[in-house]
């Protein structure tokens, strides 16, 4: 040591910040969650659906949500006026014409897609949500703190917020019924009571298979495309219909992860802490010329 | 000991000189369906179904050969909403036979037996191999598929009663059980008026067609729903359709892109003639068969030779019976060969010159005139 040199010094030093910046870019990059091979899935087919709604009472009857009697679920006149998810339910189905026949109208189920990169986990400044190792995207209520940031976030608009509570509100979602249901290995409430089994749980992997077996062998049923496949990066839920999606009133979406662009934005931001140095030390650099010219006017004045 | 011995080699002998089978199975009181699942079964074809063939049913049966009542519960749950179904099936396979049969319903079956839907469909949902429907899913799909059709109602109690309510099951069974299909009558001449101007009419033989190409209804009767013929739930007539849609189902057999005139007339048609459109006269010794003994590709109707060989190999004297065509040879004329008088290929008249200078037929005949 005592022959070090200042030359060396500044080497060694050099290497070693250089070192720390690479390492600490390293762990920013990486992902909060691993995607599981075996995450699981759920393959809604449009055409098979018959629109008989038990899946929404199902939800409610799970969730502790308030629900009328199951038969009421028979009234197709809710079919009247297109609805979306809230806090009070967190599936609905909807129903569009059919171009060929009026008998079998398409009905398309609405909930939380469970996206395999979520904008909501990445949006939520709190770290509140997770995407669980069988594909589920839940939240932790004792972490939010209703910035609503997920709601905003989400390329689907799927969550929802309590604003009828006054205190305590929380967000509400599709929970993909993780805690009582999935993660035990047992099936979510809806795909257990679908009489028609129109919602198919299984492996996502196994999900895309089958629905790719269906297009081929009805290529006059189905259209060729699998919603959810690519759609913002992938999502658990995926989608069969007859129909261009965007007509029964799916987001047109990139392929791209919705939280890229968010993150990007945030990261490039706040990145190594630079740019907030940075903009301090222009206003600093601002203030002291300021303040070198006023003392000069001062001294002339004088 | 050598005589039990002996008695048990016997034995086998015994019985079988007993019951000794007429091979020509033919004439025994047999269904051809027992057996064959084709309808021209060949010896390079034959279309066998599966043994054991005594008292099954297969998917080229009738209504009637099913069971009258099922019911659905092979599919149970701790808090099921509602009771099994009691499925009418003799009903409802009377209500297909116009819409495609057996096979409607009972999809993808192999040659052979009928084999229910828990033989592919598993019970359990929460499976590993998710390629087809559960049992439960699959049920409801098949119902649905035309429960929506005729109704448009999707509701669970249309078939399912619910657990909490009280009404016996039995008194449901026993009322659905009497119910019948009524018999549809079959037309014997349709007649279709259409737009075009040369020839406005098509009479469409409906009997004839079945009887002469030996068809089953759903051969032509496929994907028909039931608000074709019923309108309760459906009274506004079917869109227009395109020349190429209304065309369809003849265009199967007839060439319906040319040729406008074959169907198409002011008058009413003939009715068929095999001798005036292709120059072979059935109506002497092939009047009894079936166009399919001869025309055994299906829908395929042209380019059989109408050599008698083609069909029936080489005659001779020992496996040609003279008297079938109503004249006994007499002891001399039965022993030359066919070929000596009949010199055409088709066997029609005989020529006598080969032997006699003076002689011709028909007017003097070489034997006498007997009963065909």
Known sequence: MANQTRRNFIKTSALITSATIGLTNKSKAAPKYILSEDRMGVLVDTTVCIGCRKCEWACKVEHNLPTSAIETYDDRSVFNEKRRPNDKALTVVNEYPNDYSDKFPINVKVQCMHCDKPACLSACIVGAFSKHENGAVTWDTSKCIGCRYCMVACPFQIPAFEFEKALKPDIKKCDFCYEQRTSKGKLPACVEICPVEAITFGRREDLIKTARQKIKIYPNRYINRIFGEYEVGGTSWLYLASKEFEKLDFPKLGKDPAPGVSEAIQHGIFAYFVPPVALYALLGGIMWINKNKKSKEKEQEK | MKKFVLFIFVLPLLIYSQTKINVNHKYQELK??????????????????????????????KPEDGPEILTINKIKFENDLYKPVTFTHRLHAEMSDMAGGCKMCHHYNPPGKIIGCIDCHQIERNRIDISKPDLKGAYHQQCMNCHRQWSGKVECESCHELNSSQKSENQKTINSSKKMHPKIEVPAIIKYETPKTKGNLVLFLHNEHIK?????????????????????????????????????????CHNTKSNCSFCHSNNPQREFNHFARTGFDISNYHVKLTCQRCHIEKGKFTGLVSDCSSCHGVWSKSNFKHTVVGLQLDETHNEFDCTECHQEKNYKRPGCKNCHEDKTYPKEKPGKLVKK
Not at chain 2, 41 to 59: A, F, G, N, Q, W
Not at chain 2, 226 to 249: A, G, I, M, R
Request: with cysteine; hydrophobic share 15%; net charge positive.
């Open chain 2, 212 to 252: 002469t190409f030996s068809l089953d209804c759903q051969n032509c009767h496929s994907n028909e729903s039931c608000n074709k013929c019923h309108y309760k739930f459906n009274p506004k007539p079917e869109k227009l359709k395109s020349t190429l849609e209304k065309h369809l189902k003849c265009s199967n």
């Open chain 2, 32 to 61: 051809c369906k027992t057996c064959h699942s084709c309808d021209i079964p060949t010896k390079e074809k034959p279309c066998l179904i599966e043994c054991p063939r005594d008292k099954m049913v297969s998917v080229t049966q």
